[in-house]
């Protein structure tokens, strides 16, 4: 069965402060993983795909990659503003392009 | 350049009542996608549509759910006699025909409670 797990649930970081969120899947064929960032109360937002592995995709403080089995986003020195719902989805080769979704991390950054 | 638009952004519901969601996708897009997030759970996807075809509903319950995607409007996504279960979150994404099932883009969401 397809599945996505991320680690860990809940992450609390002071300002500055750098760390990393795994994203571990399991699939038959990986066509794409794609981050998204969730705020409460409204819709993800896009992020980042990456499509084969050793590859990495950098925005402002957060940095993607990608292996066989597992993602990390990287935040560098991270701000209060990051603080939020970090997602990662699978798309499954062969399967119509529906996204299969982790638990989420929840990012607390504290000034 | 407006994003995936989803109405209404709040839905209040009575047991056995029916619930229509709405949702236009970005422009240019032809590829929506339903997901239902409920309480405490991750996003799960619901069904794919395309215009006038439903491509992948294998995450639809089988009963009392149904969604479309007319020629001309909105993608709608239709509850009947909605119960408490069916209270959660749900969003709609879509995505560009010329890209190969690449990057879905959400909108803000319907949330429904079913009191």
């Known amino acids: 069965e397809d599945q996505v797990t991320q680690s860990p649930e809940a992450l609390r970081l002071q300002e500055g402060e750098s760390s990393s969120l795994n994203c571990s899947y399991t699939v038959s064929g990986l066509r794409g993983l794609f981050w998204y960032r969730q705020d409460p109360g409204k819709g993800p937002e896009f992020l980042f795909t990456l499509y084969s592995a050793g590859e990495e995709k950098e925005k402002e403080r957060l940095k993607a990659t990608l292996t066989k089995k597992e993602s990390f986003l990287h935040i560098t020195a991270p701000k209060p503003e990051d603080s939020a719902t970090y997602l990662c989805?699978?798309?499954?080769?062969?399967?119509?392009?529906?996204?299969?979704f982790g638990q989420g991390t929840t990012l607390q950054v504290k000034p | 350049n407006a994003g995936v638009m989803q109405n209404p952004r709040h839905l209040v519901r009575r047991r056995g009542q029916e619930a229509r969601l709405r949702c236009s996708p970005m422009?240019?897009?032809?590829?929506v996608y339903w997901y239902r997030q409920l309480p405490e759970e991750g996003l799960k996807f619901m069904v794919y549509l395309q215009k006038e075809n439903i491509i992948d509903e294998s995450g639809m319950p089988k009963e009392r759910f149904s969604a479309e995607f007319p020629k001309e409007g909105p993608s709608i996504l239709r509850i009947q006699q909605v119960v408490r279960g069916d209270s959660a979150a749900y969003f709609c994404?879509?995505?560009?025909?010329?890209?190969?099932?690449?990057?879905?883009?959400f909108g803000p969401g319907t949330r429904l409670t079913v009191t």
């Open positions: 422009k240019g897009h032809s590829h």
């Open positions: 989805a699978v798309q499954v080769s062969g399967n119509t392009g529906k996204l299969i």
């Open positions: 994404a879509s995505s560009r025909i010329d890209r190969d099932l690449g990057e879905q883009y």
